[in-house]
């Protein structure tokens, strides 16, 4: 019987006997509440969002801001943190948050009504920006949540084994989406943006699946909420030695990756002339690389180190990144295509690693009770440095 069947069932990887009854119960579920955020991020940005600002005209300063409304946005942490401490139930923050966040994708999918691009255009960039202001109160309750909930020990098996699931129903969803976008164009006389309504609505349905998943999550209850100055709260971690080097290590990762990140999906639509298709195949052996791997990277963490796991993943993104600039010098040739190919690998595979470590230790390094001026601090300043 498959874990979907039975919830008390946890994942192979994971041994029960090291669980309380608590937590062997609430892990198939979150599981399920990554798959079904992925679901909804797999559909609602990356190359989805940018073919679909591309059609309705967006310049690249558009695209720009599509990209750093995300990092910007978890700014409001601040207050995330104020009503996390106050509300002593974790999952009570998350389902309210939810349900503010979520059905923006059905504002987004409504877009494709307005006959004006420009008008349109305004109004993604708005319920963006509503959606991740909420997305910023549901990080901070599910990141101080899972630190209170899950042990150290397993960290690195659970989660990693979320991050396979969501690797693999991210693989599905973005090539069901482009196939379906693509054949729209081809066969079904409406406007090419109706499919992106579509897609923008089953978004919205993942989101929602992750909302309800989060219900059955055991829930964990802060008796004694801290109540102590919010400036005060958040200089704690700059005065923890590990952790401030961990919050200047993650914020100098995100400005690097994020400074030329947003654009590959539009060099590969605009330079090159790749159809979304393309784009998403390409992408999809990049989930795939990860999807074989993460696993194998959380227990490395727990056997060894999460930052043994960083010294090869980190380097190795590096030079994926660099790669590109080979991909057109100065114009596609005969080694741009398998060039395209190995980097998506490289990027799977070290970002697999990357993402996960580099979780876990943030996780890890916030103490237990206080995790949210921690996990606040650090996610100000990889939004700050991610959205400059």
Not at 38 to 56: H, N, P, R
Not at 161 to 186: P, T, V
Request: proline residues 5%; glycine residues 6%.
């Amino acid at each position: 019987m498959s874990s979907e069947e039975n919830p008390s069932e946890v994942p192979a990887s994971v041994d029960s006997t090291e669980l309380d009854d608590r937590l062997s119960d609430s892990i198939p579920w979150i599981v399920r509440n990554g798959i079904g955020i992925q679901l909804m991020e797999t559909l609602s940005v990356g190359a989805i969002l940018t073919a679909f600002a591309i059609k309705l005209g967006a310049s690249n300063f558009v695209i720009g801001l599509l990209a750093a409304i995300p990092h910007l946005s978890q700014l409001a942490q601040l207050s995330a943190m104020y009503v996390v401490d106050r509300v002593p139930s974790r999952r009570k923050v998350y389902t309210w948050s939810g349900i503010v966040a979520r059905p923006m994708f059905l504002v987004i999918a409504c877009t494709v009504f307005i006959p004006s691009p420009e008008i349109a255009l305004a109004t993604i960039l708005i319920a963006f920006v509503v959606r991740y202001v909420a997305g910023a109160f549901l990080a901070c309750s599910w990141n101080t949540w899972m630190r209170e909930l899950v042990p150290d020990e397993v960290m690195g098996r659970v989660f990693g084994e979320r991050q396979k699931k969501m690797i693999g129903i991210g693989i599905l969803g973005s090539l069901a989406a482009a196939g379906f976008i693509d054949l729209w164009g081809r066969f079904v006389p409406l406007p090419g943006s109706y499919a992106f309504g579509i897609v923008y609505t089953l978004a919205f349905i993942g989101g929602m699946y992750a909302v309800f998943a989060s219900a059955r999550i055991s829930d964990v209850v802060q008796e004694k909420p801290e109540h102590g100055a919010l400036l005060v709260r958040l200089r704690e971690p700059l005065r923890n030695v590990n952790y401030r080097r961990l919050m200047m290590f993650l914020a100098s990762w995100n400005f690097s990756i994020n400074l030329a990140a947003p654009f590959f999906t539009v060099h590969m639509l605009k330079r090159m002339e790749l159809n979304l298709i393309e784009v998403i195949a390409l992408a999809t052996l990049s989930q795939l690389a990860a999807y074989f791997t993460v696993t194998h990277w959380g227990e490395v963490a727990d056997r060894f180190s999460n930052k043994a796991v960083l010294r090869v993943c980190a380097p190795l993104f590096i030079l994926s990144i660099f790669a590109w600039t080979f991909t057109t010098m100065p114009d596609v040739h005969a080694f741009t295509y398998p060039l395209l190919i190995l980097i998506h690998l490289a990027t799977g595979f070290a970002n697999a690693g990357v993402t996960l470590a580099s979780g876990n230790i943030a996780l890890k390094l916030a103490p237990k009770g206080d995790a949210a001026s921690y996990l606040a601090s650090s996610s100000i300043f990889n939004a700050l440095a991610a959205g400059s």
